[in-house]
């Protein structure tokens, strides 16, 4: 069975930093672009960051790019997500995803994604 699986949700004050990690099972990811998503209550969800097969890429919303960081290690078949400078208004659930053989491109329209974690809880408070 194919799984993505999000760990390092929590509760944080505003200005502190969490970092999130992705960790696949079931068949590699390496040759796959991966990224995260976020969700808040009432809201859409949204592209929040992406990454490509060889971690050479990276690509960010607007609303996170230089607080956050993506990477990953083939290796451990995972994806991370460094957040910095968190923000009541990064509250959400985060979620990871994957496309098989797509780019960062692909993982930030949000269609054709493959594989979808449950989601890890993220809430920062003011």
């Known amino acids: 069975q194919v799984q993505l699986v999000e760990s390092g949700g929590g509760l944080v004050q505003a200005g502190g930093s969490l970092s999130l990690s992705c960790a696949g099972s079931?068949?590699?990811?390496?040759?796959?672009?991966m990224g995260w998503f976020r969700q808040a209550p009432g809201k859409e969800r949204e592209f929040v960051s992406a990454?490509?097969?060889?971690?050479?890429?990276?690509r960010y919303a607007d609303s996170v790019k230089g607080r956050f960081t993506i990477s990953r290690d083939k290796s451990k078949n995972t994806v991370y997500l460094q957040m910095n400078r968190l923000k009541p208004e990064d509250t959400a659930v985060y979620f990871c995803?994957?496309?098989?053989?797509?780019?960062?491109?692909?993982?930030?329209?949000?269609?054709?994604?493959?594989?979808w974690g449950q989601g890890t809880q993220v809430t920062v408070s003011s």
């Open positions: 995803a994957a496309t098989r053989g797509g780019t960062t491109i692909t993982v930030a329209s949000g269609a054709g994604l493959d594989y």
């Open positions: 079931g068949r590699t990811f390496s040759n796959d672009a």
């Open positions: 990454i490509n097969w060889s971690g050479t890429i990276t």
